[in-house]
């Protein structure tokens, strides 16, 4: 009789696990998707230049001004001149922790950090007439620490992807939405119109 009890309570439990557990593994990455989704909701709000960053020292429309020395036709296009640029930090190329180049500088350097690799790619989406957004914020590192990022957010018919403008592999340039959401954190974002937005889940302190 006891023995008869264990192996109809065993089925039970095993049957109760095959049930619930997919539920509530659903129900877990329903809440967490949806938490990220929130991460990424954003609205209009006249930003300060100086709140995207410490080198951040002239308003937006200053690096939409001079003449570009270098001529693309599309979003690859800009992807394949960028590969060939190197990334290097301020302090290492100027000897400060923070600096903004100007697109048409950055040009001429060909050297730089995420600031200005974004930049100089929101610029040219700009001149293309593209729909973009350069934002500020966290990215997940390799070491699973969070450090401060730049990429630029491009928009189409079919939706929104992140171009991550440090990518040295043609590949790993464009970045689905959703892992997007996992390994990015926005804090502000300006576009190509130069509209400034803040992003209502993570907002920088």
Not at 77 to 103: G, N, R, S, T, V
Request: with cysteine; aromatic share 14%.
């Amino acid at each position: 009789m006891v023995v008869s009890i264990l192996k109809i309570l065993v089925s039970l439990s095993a049957f109760a696990f095959a049930v619930w557990f997919p539920i509530g593994l659903y129900l877990f990455w329903e809440k967490r998707n949806t938490s990220q989704q929130q991460i990424w909701r954003k609205k209009p709000a006249a930003v300060a230049y100086q709140r995207f960053g410490v080198g951040s020292l002239h308003q937006f429309d200053w690096y939409l001004g001079r003449q570009s020395t270098v001529s693309v036709k599309s979003i690859p296009e800009i992807c394949e001149w960028l590969l060939d640029c190197k990334f290097i930090h301020d302090q290492a190329l100027f000897a400060h922790p923070d600096m903004w180049q100007h697109p048409v500088d950055f040009e001429i350097s060909r050297q730089g950090d995420c600031e200005d690799h974004a930049l100089w790619a929101w610029r040219k989406c700009h001149d293309l007439g593209v729909e973009a957004e350069f934002v500020v914020g966290k990215m997940l590192l390799g070491n699973g620490n969070w450090g401060d990022h730049t990429w630029v957010v491009l928009k189409d018919r079919k939706g929104s992807y992140t171009l991550e403008t440090t990518a040295k592999k043609l590949e790993l340039f464009h970045v689905m939405p959703v892992q997007a959401r996992s390994h990015y954190r926005p804090y502000y974002g300006m576009d190509t119109k130069l509209h400034s937005f803040v992003y209502q889940r993570s907002v920088k302190p």
